[in-house]
């Protein structure tokens, strides 16, 4: 077994939140406020990786850092790569390569998509879906874009690993 890749969604108050990405020794730690929905984002890009699209790009504010996500499809593994940018009013237009580098890690897809479904899984038996707008406010659980990604993990990826089943399917 490689070293596992690990993500924690830390939902905080008032609409922040704290994205812990982590790979053995390699962490980066991500502020993420409710200006955009974050977490919705977050799985949909990987859902997205299992159709057409060969690049999903989305972007945490992190008022006023723009934390941008690059992900690419190549072949059976996913290219992540996150970037900051320090002014959002400014950067979105931006290349990648004006960004800072603040992570970059090649996953299976599989396990890519798994450990991201289980970070969500966990926010929602913390919190509950109303818990979770108390908090988040500015968007609900994403509940339909989590039962899209673990339909399509299930179906496309060969996981052996348990799935919570929580959210049942739609
Ligand atoms: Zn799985």
Redesign the pocket.
Known sequence: MGVQLQIEWDLQDHGWAVCRISEGPAKAELVVSYCTDGLADLLASIGSLYGASQTARFFFDSEPTEIRWVLRDQGADVGVSIYSFPDLAISLELPDEDGRLLWACTQSR?QL??VL?EAAQRVLREHGEDGYLAKWTMHPFPVAILQDLRRL??HH?R???A?DMTVPPK
């Open positions: 599989s998509a798994h479904l993990h299930l990826d996981c052996d690993l799935h």
